[in-house]
């Protein structure tokens, strides 16, 4: 039956189809509704040229999904094609961002902790400065370090909302852009014929931001630009030079649209241009002629390079660029993928990217599930280089879920994105396991997306409910998609808060044919009437399970009013019919500018909570876990995946992430954030840092590195446990890169006993708030009497050696020549596993040489208490490279006790401070 192979979006399109058929006649309107060219994700079999023919209009394909348009009208008979497995409309998508401000970092002080995450006792630049804005100088910031890992030679692709091209993270040393590519898919239309047509016509149909929609006249082939820009500026809420057209005539020539005046000048956001469609169109002459209207306009280094050039120096912010990042949530992520490094030879490492010397190629996204797979395809297709030229290795991260999916990976979009991986090596896609995973609780406020999911299991012939509890000031529709599987049958009915009043909802039965007027219900009556539209559909393709969505509309107001639902808890009964005990999910779709609709605590259920795409079954999937505590993040979604799948196999530092504010002006460049948005980039970063390792990896075996190489969850949980949320555990950034290393690389490190070099933010502790790290640092020092001793040589001489490395030059060389930074920066971040030994060398050199030089500078410059200081401990501290960290960790032994003297040497550990990290 063909209504199995449409999605509920396209059924309902095809129900009012059929009613308009009913009546007398028809109008305009009618007829632009029946002929208009629907968006599609189309899954099909065999020879896509068959499904062309019926009147299919492909705009882009990959080996088992094709996107296209199919008027309105031939939406049942092409999706009764045998080759035609699914027919699903363009759904909306949004990025995985937090619904209200991030939660407080666990370890910080409530009452002293910075709302932005960043720890109060940092002073302004080092929380927030990232290196300087446009004009300033960047070499003389970046120390001499060994040779490492920086992501050099590879692609780090970001599908999200933009990217701000002014900030200094993704700018080189010399001021130019990183950025290779920016497709901005918000910006510019083009209307391009196939096929050959000889003549026509064609009606566009449009609904400016803020109004309702409208329809040009006929507008007869060949078509120019001028008649083009003619008709839709003659659209309502349009004025002169705010739509140019060039291009044409069409067919022979696309014709280009762009929305110019109060459609792109800055305070306006781009992403609220509506597509253009197409209607009404006739195609005479040709070969399977067709039209399309597509998205996006490709901005090339060149014209970045050149606004960069021109932006004044700071305080003064830059004109705005016509491809902006509104809402942050883009830059914010690319930053922690590829944000450029900025640290100071003796100043603290600020936090950055991991992959700073990637090339970054960046598409902002309209946020629908066409645009993010079109998006993908044109970022691992890397369409930028010259023909012919070799394609670098490619890792895209898209941090955007949506919830109305089936949640077992059988989305047009998931399937494309496994479509995009099936057989190709040097690419890689990362997403993210959502923000859905938290429990709401009853009457507060949301952080995240939390109590979207509802379980259980209906017995045989009985009934179950489940309540939803709908906030004050709601005026959206709420969206519920529910599935089960097998042969039972579930009726559904909704009742109303008590205040809403009126007649019982009638229940909603499956109906062999949901193309009938059942589909829509009232509760209530009166001013408190809400309108409902539930579609119950047995045997979805191509899942094969039953599906019912409903969705509660607000009740009308009469201006100045607004329409809202009613607050309280509504709730849904399940009744099921056929003898049979049902289990099933559902799922509420988050709204991104309210509070969304959740269950109440006893109907809510963490697992299963993945969201789409990220239950795709090829690409990586990653949760988020807190670095200052290493406990799983609340709102992380939880596995496992609707068909028993583990997601997400792996998850990454996601709370208080600091990184790229779009907007910043210096020195205020950063802001901290937190999600599986900032989880997924920090995977994607290390994933560049392994393509860098060995170019030739396939995808397949880059997830088979991360998995093994995992450190386990805290507490322990093995990954058999699919609703865990922690998959194989925490990313292990050392680790996975050593592994993907070509034998003889890697062999070549054990022999050479060189540490491998990661940039600072590939290490979960450079994601902690620094106060919180050194009370880490002193908790370990101090369970040993070997680490107690060389935190007490640190408390009572730290200040003076800095004091040297800062204006003593022979200290200063012999610091510097020892790698003294880096070894400082290693120690303290690399707390992955407390097997690993201080670096024996460093740059080819032995570090007890290097260190050797110091203490004998230190000694000739330093005081007499510091020279008596090098002379009684020297040969301890020369003994210490080589040395594994398990041997400071060991415990004095089953007997000792704490003593005065130990008291003190904790007090003096107490009175470390930040500047630990400054050496």
Not at 558 to 577: D, H, K, M, N, Y
Not at 648 to 657: D, K, M, N, R, S
Request: aromatic share 4%; proline share 10%; glycine share 10%.
């Amino acid at each position: 039956m063909t209504y199995t192979k449409l999605d509920e979006t396209l059924i309902a399109r095809v129900h009012t189809l059929r009613q308009a058929a009913l009546r007398q006649g028809e109008d305009d309107d009618a007829r632009l509704d029946r002929t208009e060219r629907v968006k599609v994700l189309l899954q099909y079999t065999g020879d896509l040229a068959v499904v062309e023919e019926a009147g299919f209009w492909t705009e882009f394909r990959t080996a088992r999904i094709a996107a296209g348009t199919i008027a309105a009208e031939d939406l049942e008979r092409i999706s009764a094609l045998d080759n035609v497995v699914t027919v699903h409309g363009n759904r909306p998508t949004r990025p995985g961002g937090p619904a209200a401000p991030p939660p407080e970092l666990p370890g910080v002080d409530a009452a002293n902790a910075d709302p932005a995450g960043v720890d109060p006792g940092l002073d302004a630049t080092t929380a927030r400065d990232g290196g300087g804005g446009p004009g300033t100088p960047f070499a003389p910031d970046v120390p001499t370090i060994p040779s490492g890992f920086t992501g050099r030679g590879v692609v780090v692709g970001v599908i999200d909302s933009g990217i701000d091209i002014f900030h200094p993270a993704f700018r080189k040393l010399d001021g130019t852009t990183r950025i290779v590519s920016l497709l901005d898919l918000t910006l510019r239309q083009t209307i391009t014929a196939t096929g050959s047509p000889t003549g026509g016509s064609l009606r566009l149909r449009w609904q400016p931001p803020g109004l309702s929609d409208q329809a040009t006249g006929v507008l007869a082939l060949p078509l120019t630009a001028a008649d083009a820009q003619a008709a839709l500026s003659a659209l309502g809420g349009v004025t002169a030079g705010d739509v140019v057209v060039t291009g044409g005539p069409l067919p022979a020539q696309p014709l280009v649209i762009d929305f110019e005046g109060q459609f792109i000048r800055a305070p306006f956001d781009t992403g609220r241009i509506n597509p253009i469609r197409l209607t009404d169109v006739t195609l005479t002459g040709g070969t399977r002629p067709t039209v399309t209207v597509t998205r996006g306009r490709v901005i090339t280094p060149a014209e970045i390079n050149a606004a960069l050039a021109a932006a004044p120096p700071p305080p003064t912010p830059p004109q705005a660029f016509v491809s902006r990042n509104p809402d942050g949530h883009g830059s914010h992520v690319a930053g922690i993928a590829a944000g450029i490094g900025l640290p100071g030879c003796c100043s603290p490492d600020r936090v950055t990217g991991i992959a700073y010397e990637a090339d970054l190629a960046v598409v902002r996204t309209t946020f629908d599930s066409i645009a993010d797979l079109q998006a993908a395809r044109h970022v691992v297709e890397q369409p930028w280089l010259p023909a012919g030229a070799p394609k670098p290795p490619v890792v895209v991260n898209i941090s955007i879920f949506g919830t109305t999916t089936a949640h077992d990976g059988t989305s047009p979009e998931e399937q494309g994105l496994d479509d995009l991986l099936i057989g190709a090596t040097r690419r890689s896609i990362v997403l993210i396991a959502g923000n859905t995973g938290g429990r709401a609780r009853p009457n507060q406020f949301a952080q995240f997306s939390e109590g979207q999911h509802a379980s259980g299991t209906v017995p045989a012939n009985g009934s179950v409910t489940v309540a939803l509890d709908i906030l004050s000031g709601d005026t959206a529709a709420d969206i519920l998609a529910l599935w089960y599987p097998g042969p039972g049958r579930l009726n559904f009915t909704v009742t109303a808060p008590q205040p809403v009043g009126g007649p019982a909802m009638a229940p909603v039965v499956p109906n062999p044919d949901p193309l009938s007027p059942s589909v829509r219900r009232t509760v209530g009556q009166g001013p408190t009437q809400h309108v409902l539209f539930v579609a119950s559909h047995l045997g979805v393709e191509p899942n094969r399970k039953n599906r019912i969505i409903a969705q509660i509309s607000p009740a009308p107001a009469v201006a100045p009013l607004q329409s809202r639902i009613a607050p309280g808890v509504w709730t849904i009964t399940l009744t099921e019919t056929q003898g049979t005990a049902t289990p099933f999910d559902c799922w509420t779709n988050p709204s991104l500018t309210e509070q969304p609709a959740r269950f109440v605590p006893a109907d809510q259920d963490p697992t299963r909570t993945v969201a789409s795409p990220g239950t795709a079954r090829l690409p990586l999937t990653v949760g988020a876990y807190n670095p200052a505590n290493d406990r799983l993040a609340d709102f992380s979604g939880r596995g496992p995946t609707a068909d028993f799948r583990l997601k997400p196999e792996v998850c990454a530092p996601g709370v208080g992430i600091v990184s790229a504010k779009a907007g910043g002006i210096h020195p205020d460049l950063l802001v901290a954030g937190s999600g599986t948005s900032q989880a997924a980039p920090y995977v994607t970063g290390v994933i560049a840092l392994m393509f860098q390792a060995n170019n030739d990896l396939d995808h397949t075996t880059i997830v088979g590195h991360l998995t093994s190489t995992c450190l386990p969850p805290v507490p322990p949980v093995p990954p058999t446990q699919l609703d865990s949320g922690w998959g194989f555990g925490r990313v292990h950034p050392e680790r996975a890169v050593l592994a993907a290393m070509p034998a003889p690389l890697a062999e070549s490190f054990a022999a050479a006993g060189e540490p491998l070099i990661l940039p600072a933010a590939a290490y979960p502790a450079a994601h902690v708030p620094p106060n919180v790290r050194t009370r880490q640092v002193l908790d370990r020092l101090a369970g040993s009497a070997t680490g107690r001793r060389a935190a007490e040589l640190c408390t009572a001489h730290l200040d003076e050696a800095r004091h040297l490395v800062d204006t003593e030059r022979r200290v200063t060389v012999a610091w510097h020549r020892m790698h003294g930074p880096l070894l400082i920066r290693r120690l303290l971040l690399s707390e992955l596993a407390h097997d690993e030994p201080v670096p024996r060398t460093l740059g080819g050199r032995p570090v007890a040489d290097g260190l050797a030089r110091l203490l004998d500078e230190l000694a000739a410059a330093g005081s007499p208490a510091l020279r008596e200081a090098v002379a009684a401990h020297r040969d301890f501290l020369l003994r210490l490279p080589g040395a594994r960290l398990s041997d400071l960790d060991g415990p004095d032994g089953p007997d000792h006790r704490e003593g005065p003297d130990d008291r003190h040497d904790r007090h003096d550990l107490n009175s470390l401070d930040d500047r630990t990290e400054l050496s």
